[in-house]
């Protein structure tokens, strides 16, 4: 497919790697010539320097016979008009990355009116991320599928857990909790586990089920955490103005910390019900001034990485419930090897939208499209919800007779508002909503599960 992307920051080269990477044929566009040599150099892509705006750069880009072009500067505008002057000139398909809050209720105009396919706001994306996790901060990171109905929780096996030296099997016989150890990250390793995979400490496994399983399931291996009510935010940044928002219309007690004198004043303003701080919440002393040590969760979302995960591990230090650490660079392994266990990426939450929308594109409409994707262990392992087709030649073949790739797992099956999780009898039929799992694979269809 041929796909243009404006824009290298951090979105859009995020999106040139994994789009390069998936065999699709990308042009790149950046007014930075050393960016534009470095992302060519790196991912083997069209590099063009120049305004993504201009009809020339574009034609130069090809955007007369691409499919696809994703906007991603760090100007909204700009990225608007790129996408229609592309659509304008023959590209199929647009996508504009979004962010200033004053667009945020502008986003079905812009689609229908404007014919701009996908609108991505990675901070607005971000935060309803971080704010699942709040919902359920048992678990180290959280998707959803099926609108809300299964859910993949991951979790660290520590020392004293259960559930360590435990075979799966024998895990499915000593808890009664309906869910299933999808995949597994032991050190650098992924592993979609078998049936007589033994879980070791350390492991960090992501198990499916629905929410009430989950939490019966975690209640059972001692690591359930109670509902968070008191939470502190670190950085009045976009992330923070979206998550503060989410979470007070909830009822949490929210307490929002900002260097910045004016932004504080706005943040009060359109946060009534938020406490807003002025100070440096990088600094331990306010830190133990708001009294930290009596919150639920610490939501680390300044600018700086570096100052994130100090804030996060002095969190930690204080023995703070849930810690939530943002991060742009995706040094995960490192984090995590420090005790940082929950961290959030816009740059790959926006990328996970994004991939979904590609790979739908390069089916027809007749085949099993991707209703949802997401990306477990650093990326290593992916988890695809799909719609069963009609006339589909694998429709009630029992899973004992179908040829299936190795190293995949059918997470579960959605039939008719239940929850299967499917064994070698079990079988597909049409309209069910199907989860699969699978590592270092690419997954567009269904069909793409079968060897």
């Not at 399931?217 to 001692?222: I, N």
């Amino acid at each position: 497919m041929n796909i243009i992307i404006v824009g290298q920051g951090k979105l859009g080269t995020t999106m040139t790697k994994q789009l390069a990477a998936e065999g699709h044929d990308v042009a790149v566009i950046d007014i930075r010539r050393e960016t534009v040599v470095s992302v060519v150099d790196a991912y083997d892509v069209m590099g063009i320097c120049g305004n993504g705006a201009s009809k020339e750069i574009l034609e130069e880009a090809g955007a007369a016979k691409a499919k696809l072009i994703i906007a991603a500067t760090a100007s909204d505008e700009l990225n608007i008009l790129a996408c229609l002057i592309a659509k304008r000139m023959g590209t199929e398909h647009s996508i504009a990355r979004v962010r200033n809050p004053d667009y945020a209720n502008q986003n079905q105009f812009l689609r229908s009116e404007l014919g701009i396919n996908m609108i991505v706001n990675p901070e607005f994306e971000t935060a309803n991320e971080i704010s699942r996790i709040i919902r359920f901060p048992s678990a180290a990171n959280l998707d959803s599928f099926a609108r809300g109905k299964v859910e993949i929780a991951s979790l660290r096996v520590h020392s004293d857990n259960p559930l360590c030296d435990m075979a799966i099997w024998d895990l499915r016989k000593k808890t009664k909790a309906k869910v299933l150890i999808c995949a597994v990250q032991r050190d650098d390793e992924v592993f979609i586990p078998s049936g007589d995979f033994v879980i070791k400490c350390d492991d960090v496994i992501s198990l499916t089920g629905t929410r009430s399983e989950l939490v019966s399931f975690m209640r059972q291996c001692k690591v359930y955490k109670h509902k968070v009510k008191n939470v502190m935010i670190v950085g009045g940044g976009r992330i923070g103005y979206y998550l503060a928002k989410l979470l007070s219309d909830t009822g949490r007690n929210i307490k929002l910390i900002e260097h910045d004198e004016t932004k504080c004043f706005a943040l009060s303003d359109s946060l009534p019900d938020v406490t807003v701080i002025h100070g440096d919440g990088t600094d331990q002393d306010i830190l133990d001034e708001q009294h930290l040590e009596n919150q639920d969760a610490l939501v680390a979302l300044t600018g700086i990485d570096e100052e994130n995960i100090i804030v996060s591990m002095y969190a930690e230090s204080k023995n703070v419930n849930k810690v939530i650490t943002k991060v742009n660079r995706h040094s995960y392994s490192i984090l995590n090897d420090i005790g940082l266990e929950t961290i959030v990426s816009p740059q790959i939450v926006a990328g996970n939208l994004v991939t979904r929308y590609v790979r739908a594109l390069h089916n027809s409409a007749d085949n099993a499209q991707i209703q949802t994707l997401h990306k477990l262990v650093n990326g290593k392992v992916e988890a695809a919800e799909f719609i069963v087709p009609e006339n589909a030649g694998y429709i009630d073949i029992p899973f004992k007779d179908l040829n299936l790739l190795p190293n995949l797992l059918i997470g579960c099956i959605m039939r008719n508002g239940k929850i299967i999780f499917p064994g070698g009898g079990d079988v597909m039929k049409a309209g069910d909503g199907v989860i699969v799992v699978t590592a270092n694979r690419i997954l567009e269809d269904l069909h793409d599960i079968f060897v």
